[in-house]
């Protein structure tokens, strides 16, 4: 079945630095991919969409400039945390859906996020 | 309002009992409904989806739901779990694209020996 892979699974930072994470789907073309954040023993919040080739759209509350995302293939979707702080300290899921119609959702393992 | 709810936060249940988890939504379209598994410190496993057509709809690891219109719901059925399926569960919504769906706040399940 349809795979997506994050990383890192988990990544400690100090605060005021950035965080790279990578979501791929491995043997699926994802034009559209989705970024959650999921707070402990809450649900999923979408923070963005992810959209191949152009600019990510993102809920209201999230700041763009914060959570940096690109999607630069079919295959690959980045979420940068800029200038980490504690607060951002969270678990965050990626998404994504096949080209196909009807294509349900594949979520990558997460992210744990500690900033220190 | 779009809205998805899960009342049971937590449940407990013994290995081999029979089990449901409850969902009901808000949604002003024809919803797409589905319910996903988390692991603790993993990602989400679609256990089932529903679109249109047969409103019991089957899915992996030996669940059901089923859609009922007219209460809004989309309960999750198991006839006997296994140790295996503690898991936190999560119900959700979205519309015809299916992109952004909308999710419970999740139903923690803890099965006894």
């Known amino acids: 079945g349809a795979v997506v892979s994050q990383h890192p699974s988990w990544v400690i930072c100090k605060s005021g630095t950035s965080v790279k994470i990578e979501c791929r789907s491995l043997d699926f073309q994802a034009t559209t991919m989705f970024w959650y954040r999921q707070f402990p023993k809450q649900s999923l919040m979408l923070m963005a969409t992810?959209?191949?080739?152009?600019?990510?759209?993102?809920e209201q509350g999230v700041e763009k400039d914060k959570f940096l995302i690109n999607h630069a293939s079919l295959t690959l979707s980045t979420l940068t945390v800029t200038s980490a702080h504690p607060e951002d300290s969270s678990f965050y899921i990626c998404?994504?859906?096949?080209?196909?119609?009807?294509?349900?959702?594949?979520f990558g393992n997460g992210t744990r996020l500690t900033v220190t | 309002a779009q809205s998805v709810t899960q009342p049971d936060i937590h449940i407990t249940v013994s290995e081999g009992a029979s089990l449901e988890l409850r969902c009901n939504y808000s949604?002003?379209?024809?919803?797409?409904l589905f319910w996903y598994v988390q692991s603790p410190g993993q990602g989400l496993q679609l256990l089932l989806k529903?679109?249109?057509?047969?409103?019991l709809v089957q899915g992996i690891k030996g669940f059901e739901a089923e859609f009922k219109r007219s209460q809004s719901s989309f309960n999750l059925r198991k006839p006997s779990v296994h140790w295996s399926d503690a898991a936190e569960y999560f119900c959700?919504?979205?519309?015809?694209?299916?992109?952004?769906?909308?999710f419970g706040t999740g139903t923690r399940l803890q099965v006894f020996p």
């Open positions: 959700a919504v979205g519309g015809g694209n299916t992109d952004k769906l909308i």
């Open positions: 529903y679109f249109s057509g047969d409103t």
């Open positions: 992810s959209n191949e080739g152009s600019k990510a759209t993102y």
């Open positions: 949604y002003g379209a024809t919803p797409y």
């Open positions: 998404s994504a859906r096949g080209t196909g119609g009807r294509s349900p959702l594949h």
